[in-house]
């Protein structure tokens, strides 16, 4: 099974700066991530697939980035209603994925 | 707008069998693969079957392997797992998805919990 690690756990942030939270994979999943946000009570949102491709309607502050078994989620500018859980997900083989990063209001 | 609705979930005793669907309306729902996916709370997210577009195709991972049973009416847009032998480590908010190829999920449901308990 691929192992996918979220660091770091928790992420405290002003509204208006970035964050960059970081996920990785036990082995090479090549660019088979990707990035969902989840807020309370809500149903996870795709971000990011490919690694790198926005979904459909994302806001251009949201970036992912890597390859193998490195990546990057990056937030430009936290909008009040970006404060969520984050998970990474590999689909390179099966699915599995990272414990999720929060990102808290400071 | 591609909407997908999770019921069936609830309060059940170990070694009991629990059936929960997924509503689906928005979209082609014959022509997608769908997923069943479960978080453990204080724990992460866990794929827990998939099944391809025609309904033939089942794959699950070991921890529910030979319990669980994956399977979809594409003339009710509807999809289902079927729960056997619960244990209370089956707890958990257990969601739906659809598949955009190739391989991730771009739809998610709200989820149901099952809690499983004596």
């Known amino acids: 099974e691929i192992v996918m690690t979220q660091s770091p756990a928790t992420l405290s942030v002003s509204p208006g700066e970035g964050a960059t939270l970081s996920c990785r994979a036990s082995?090479?999943?090549?660019?088979?991530l990707a990035w969902y946000q989840q807020k309370p009570g809500q149903a996870p949102r795709l971000l990011i697939y490919?690694?790198?491709t926005r979904a459909t309607g994302i806001p251009a502050r949201f970036s992912g980035s890597g390859s193998g078994t490195e990546f990057t989620l990056t937030i430009s500018s936290l909008q009040s209603e970006d404060f969520a859980v984050y998970y990474c997900?590999?689909?390179?083989?099966?699915?599995?994925f990272g414990q999720g990063t929060k990102v808290e209001i400071k | 707008q591609v909407q997908l609705v999770e019921s069936g979930g609830g309060v059940v005793q170990p070694g009991r069998s629990l059936r929960l669907s997924c509503a689906a309306s928005g979209f082609s729902f014959s022509s997608y693969a769908m997923y069943w996916a479960r978080h453990v709370p204080g724990k992460g997210l866990e794929w827990v079957a998939v099944i391809s577009f025609d309904g033939i195709n089942k794959y699950y991972p070991d921890s529910v392997k030979g319990r669980f049973t994956i399977s979809k009416d594409n003339s009710r847009n509807t999809l289902y797992l079927e729960m056997n032998s619960l244990k209370p480590d089956d707890t958990a908010v257990y969601y739906c998805?659809?598949?955009?190829?190739?391989?991730?999920?771009?739809?998610w449901g709200q989820g149901t919990l099952v809690t499983v308990s004596s």
């Open positions: 998805a659809r598949e955009s190829p190739p391989k991730f999920w771009d739809y």
């Open positions: 997900q590999q689909y390179n083989h099966w699915w599995t």
């Open positions: 082995q090479s999943v090549s660019s088979n």
């Open positions: 490919g690694a790198s």
